[in-house]
């Protein structure tokens, strides 16, 4: 059986073409020596000589003539395996999915991902649009490489990168009692019924920083959309960043902003921190960064 290694069969390519044995082994940085003994390895695995050497010559014998194509061809195929490997690990490290929440997904990326995708043509952009609890999950277990979310601090496992803050402000009806007023007071939440998206403990921890304490009646939804229909069917009101406000038409809400004091949430891209980020990912997160979004 042939045994002859990639590096073997470079030397004998790379001695053919050069002509001397000094010459290849500049190419291939090796000394004479060290490629010459190579050289009497190779011929004694095969078991015949490749190269005619005398004083004054080196060319290939008869034998060796006719093996040159066949390592040849093994080269070459090495050469389109080598570029079909680096290609594949380059798509896959311009691939870059993304998780974010059903608003952050309908609003504000789209046209981020858009001028992302313009600024760097290779990329390979995957959205991943994930109910309000799942969005840091799906970071932690790496179904997604990044992802866009609110009010999210670095910890031992995740880096959250800040991107922008967008106010707290109210959505609701036009037929609701506040529906007419210029701005709301946090106050005047009582008694209203509140549907929020995701752990109830967020909104609480508003209230707390705004030194409110309300007893709210609640509905919590996973989906920003369900949220939005409920209150426009008249079930209740909702506390959202202003990013969501492009939404509202579709459903024929207001939004209002509140006050006293007036609050916002910090929306951030957060990754994991022993996952090394993609040459891509880095791109998208600096990329997001400078980018003019939020109110």
Not at 172 to 193: T, Y
Not at 226 to 240: N, Q, R, T
Request: charged share 20%.
């Amino acid at each position: 059986m042939l045994n002859l290694t990639i590096r073997q069969m470079r030397a004998i390519q790379t001695i053919s073409d050069c002509g001397s044995f000094a010459a290849a082994a500049r190419q291939l940085n090796v000394s004479a020596a060290a490629l010459s003994a190579m050289i009497r390895e190779t011929e004694a695995s095969i078991g015949f000589r490749v190269f005619e050497r005398t004083t004054r010559s080196l060319g290939l014998t008869d034998t060796g003539a006719e093996f040159l194509p066949h390592v040849q061809r093994i080269l070459l195929e090495m050469e389109r395996a080598e570029t079909f490997v680096r290609r594949r690990r380059e798509a896959e490290n311009a691939t870059l999915r993304i998780a974010a929440t059903q608003f952050l997904s309908c609003t504000t990326l789209p046209p981020l991902l858009q001028a992302f995708r313009t600024a760097e043509p290779e990329a390979r952009l995957q959205l991943i649009d994930s109910a309000i609890d799942d969005v840091i999950e799906t970071v932690r277990s790496g179904e997604a490489d990044l992802g866009v979310y609110l009010d999210v601090e670095s910890d031992e496992t995740l880096e959250a990168v800040p991107l922008f803050r967008s106010a707290l402000c109210v959505v609701m009806a036009p037929a609701h009692p506040l529906a007419g007023l210029p701005q709301i007071a946090w106050s005047q939440l009582a008694g209203h019924n509140i549907i929020y998206l995701g752990r109830e403990e967020k909104l609480r921890h508003n209230l707390a920083e705004a030194g409110i304490a309300l007893t709210l009646p609640h509905q919590r939804v996973a989906h920003g959309t369900s949220a939005l229909a409920l209150i426009a069917a008249g079930e209740g009101i909702a506390v959202m960043t202003r990013y969501v406000q492009p939404m509202l038409p579709i459903y024929g809400l207001r939004m209002v902003p509140l006050v006293d004091p007036p609050l916002d949430r910090q929306v951030v891209v957060v990754h994991r921190r022993r996952a090394p980020l993609s040459r891509m990912a880095k791109k998208f997160v600096a990329f997001a960064r400078e980018a003019k979004m939020g109110d």
